[in-house]
């Protein structure tokens, strides 16, 4: 069977502010190729329906992927659908691969992050046991900046900047007054304290830094943490705390769950929106210390904050999207485009390919060098680490005082 012109591209899992950008890389690189280019709308499960939109009509020109780059969720629309076992189930592989063919698929992209990696490991399994000769890549993006086998994701440095500049506002909101209090900032990471290890940088340019950071990556002891900010309040009067909201005691209970808070499960069977964490701790402070506190929960303002993207994020998640479409024309199938760092200062990166059936569902923590000593903060190492991910500004188009984005899809 002749292989068809169409790359056919989806978006799945968690919107980041950077998804967009690698889905402008994959439409920019299959024109350069001569290709057509086809969305998924709202991932894989609307492919099932047959739901799909002409990315080449939709965004004629430069200056549309250029939108496209700074508009913020998923323009596709997503899903968190988790494919079975082909040995299992046939019966969703034929239809897709239907799908594929009567839309004359060359190669599939689908840009997400570990649950949208098996999706990729399975279709090209699949695929390559099925004979076919479609091309299967995965465009990593995670906020979580918890994929394996990449220096970091698409969507971390944005998350990260907003964080970064988040909590150094708060600091200084919450030192207006001639009290003592602690204010705690809940940040998003189900697993991994990526996120959360980002407020540290709210120190750089004079800013504040929080004054503890707590990480999923060890578990916590409140009554630990509670002298800790006791001592702390004997020294200031403003204490500031950054919490990851997947944080867990030593048994392994979410600190959420303390709050009443029961963890939804998603399909790939992930604890999903998480809450609850800064609430209970602040209360607990109150409670035992008797000072001022305040929750404040970052919420989806982490992963949609497109107004205060890092440049360098954008640059790498369209280098990535490109990076898996030349990579499907090059013949390679289960496979994501990955970020290799070839050094700190300057900084640079290197794009290639890794096996996708080793990145899917698996996590990839916060390492213990760069992880304090007390185990409520960062070291050096991770700010060496995270600072080039947050450096640079977008040049934004604005109409009417607010930030221009792509006509969302009907």
Same mark, same amino acid.
């Given at each position: 069977?002749?292989?068809?012109?169409?790359?056919?591209?989806?978006?799945?899992?968690?919107?980041?502010?950077?998804?967009?950008?690698?889905?402008?890389?994959?439409?920019?690189?299959?024109?350069?190729?001569?290709?057509?280019?086809?969305?998924?709308?709202?991932?894989?499960?609307?492919?099932?329906?047959?739901?799909?939109?002409?990315?080449?009509?939709?965004?004629?020109?430069?200056?549309?992927?250029?939108?496209?780059?700074?508009?913020?969720?998923?323009?596709?629309?997503?899903?968190?659908?988790?494919?079975?076992?082909?040995?299992?189930?046939?019966?969703?592989?034929?239809?897709?691969?239907?799908?594929?063919?009567?839309?004359?698929?060359?190669?599939?992209?689908?840009?997400?992050?570990?649950?949208?990696?098996?999706?990729?490991?399975?279709?090209?399994?699949?695929?390559?046991?099925?004979?076919?000769?479609?091309?299967?890549?995965?465009?990593?993006?995670?906020?979580?900046? %918890?994929?394996?086998?990449?220096?970091?994701?698409?969507?971390?440095?944005?998350?990260?900047?907003?964080?970064?500049?988040?909590?150094?506002?708060?600091?200084?909101?919450?030192?207006?007054?001639?009290?003592?209090?602690?204010?705690?900032?809940?940040?998003?990471?189900? %697993?991994?304290?990526?996120?959360?290890?980002?407020?540290?940088?709210?120190?750089?340019?004079?800013?504040?830094?929080?004054?503890?950071?707590?990480?999923?990556?060890?578990?916590?002891?409140?009554?630990?943490?509670?002298?800790?900010?006791?001592?702390?309040?004997?020294?200031?009067?403003?204490?500031?705390?950054?919490?990851? /909201?997947?944080?867990?005691?030593?048994?392994?209970?979410?600190?959420?769950?303390?709050?009443?808070?029961?963890?939804?499960?998603?399909?790939?069977?992930?604890?999903?929106?998480?809450?609850?964490?800064?609430?209970?701790?602040?209360?607990?402070?109150?409670?035992?210390?008797?000072?001022?506190?305040?929750?404040?929960?970052?919420?989806?303002?982490?992963?949609?904050?497109?107004?205060?993207?890092?440049?360098?994020?954008?640059? /790498?998640?369209?280098?990535?999207?490109?990076?898996?479409?030349?990579?499907?024309?090059?013949?390679?199938?289960?496979?994501?485009?990955?970020?290799?760092?070839?050094?700190?200062?300057?900084?640079?990166?290197?794009?290639?390919?890794?096996?996708?059936?080793?990145?899917?569902?698996?996590?990839?923590?916060?390492?213990?060098?760069?992880?304090?000593?007390?185990?409520?903060?960062?070291?050096?190492?991770?700010?060496?680490?995270?600072?080039?991910?947050?450096?640079?500004?977008?040049?934004?188009?604005?109409?009417?005082?607010?930030?221009?984005?792509?006509?969302?899809?009907?």
């Amino acid at each position: 069977m002749a292989l068809g012109n169409t790359v056919l591209v989806g978006q799945s899992g968690g919107p980041t502010a950077a998804i967009n950008a690698s889905l402008a890389g994959v439409v920019g690189a299959a024109r350069t190729a001569g290709l057509h280019t086809v969305g998924m709308r709202y991932g894989i499960q609307g492919l099932f329906d047959g739901r799909t939109v002409d990315l080449d009509e939709r965004l004629a020109g430069p200056s549309q992927l250029e939108l496209l780059s700074h508009t913020p969720s998923s323009y596709l629309g997503s899903c968190r659908y988790k494919l079975p076992d082909p040995s299992t189930d046939e019966t969703p592989y034929r239809t897709l691969f239907q799908r594929f063919s009567e839309l004359g698929a060359r190669a599939v992209l689908y840009i997400g992050g570990n649950d949208s990696m098996d999706t990729i490991a399975k279709l090209s399994r699949y695929g390559e046991a099925t004979g076919s000769r479609i091309r299967f890549v995965g465009v990593p993006k995670t906020i979580d900046n %918890d994929l394996i086998l990449t220096d970091h994701t698409p969507g971390y440095g944005s998350a990260a900047k907003f964080i970064a500049v988040t909590v150094d506002e708060l600091a200084c909101d919450a030192d207006v007054y001639d009290l003592k209090s602690v204010t705690f900032v809940e940040i998003m990471g189900r %697993d991994a304290g990526w996120l959360a290890a980002s407020a540290a940088l709210a120190g750089a340019a004079g800013g504040h830094a929080p004054d503890l950071v707590l990480l999923p990556e060890v578990p916590l002891d409140e009554q630990v943490l509670l002298q800790r900010l006791l001592g702390l309040l004997g020294e200031k009067n403003t204490v500031v705390v950054a919490v990851s /909201e997947g944080v867990r005691t030593a048994d392994g209970t979410l600190i959420c769950e303390r709050a009443g808070s029961t963890a939804r499960i998603d399909a790939f069977g992930h604890a999903a929106a998480l809450s609850g964490t800064s609430r209970y701790l602040a209360d607990l402070a109150r409670r035992e210390l008797g000072c001022k506190t305040r929750a404040v929960e970052l919420c989806t303002t982490q992963r949609c904050a497109v107004h205060l993207a890092s440049q360098a994020d954008l640059t /790498e998640a369209a280098g990535l999207g490109a990076r898996g479409v030349n990579a499907a024309l090059d013949g390679a199938s289960g496979v994501m485009s990955a970020l290799a760092r070839v050094s700190d200062a300057p900084y640079e990166v290197r794009y290639e390919l890794v096996d996708v059936n080793r990145v899917a569902n698996a996590v990839k923590a916060v390492p213990a060098e760069m992880i304090r000593e007390d185990g409520m903060g960062v070291t050096e190492a991770y700010l060496r680490y995270a600072r080039p991910l947050i450096a640079g500004e977008p040049s934004l188009s604005f109409v009417g005082g607010v930030p221009a984005h792509v006509a969302p899809l009907a």
